[in-house]
């Protein structure tokens, strides 16, 4: 069993209250996990309206399956209109 873990760091340009942002995020975590199957959860910045720090992971029989699959969600996260991928870590356990 491969467990694969993310830590994104996003930007959310154009959220005006912290209610604006968890608007943005409860549906971008929502298709995260509809469309590849994986957890999603805020992880910090908790406090910042346009900023957020997204925990992804997955669970596989294969390390290669588990860095496809966050490769994707990295993939997706970047072509996401909302938001904007700042920085993001990848790690296999």
Request: aromatic share 4%; net charge negative; glycine share 8%.
């Given at each position: 069993?491969?467990?694969g873990?993310?830590?994104?760091?996003?930007?959310?340009?154009?959220?005006?209250?912290?209610?604006?942002?968890?608007?943005?995020?409860?549906?971008?975590?929502?298709?995260?996990?509809?469309?590849?199957?994986?957890?999603?959860?805020?992880?910090?910045?908790?406090?910042?309206?346009?900023?957020?720090?997204?925990?992804?992971?997955?669970?596989?029989?294969?390390?290669?399956?588990?860095?496809?699959?966050?490769?994707?969600?990295?993939?997706?996260?970047?072509?996401?209109?909302?938001?904007?991928?700042?920085?993001?870590?990848?790690?296999?356990l």
């Amino acid at each position: 069993m491969v467990i694969g873990v993310s830590t994104a760091t996003l930007r959310i340009a154009g959220a005006r209250s912290l209610k604006d942002k968890r608007r943005v995020l409860k549906s971008v975590l929502a298709r995260l996990h509809n469309r590849f199957n994986v957890a999603a959860a805020e992880v910090g910045r908790h406090d910042s309206h346009q900023e957020a720090e997204v925990g992804i992971a997955c669970v596989s029989t294969a390390g290669s399956h588990a860095d496809q699959v966050l490769a994707a969600v990295m993939g997706f996260l970047e072509a996401e209109g909302e938001i904007e991928l700042v920085d993001y870590h990848t790690e296999l356990l």
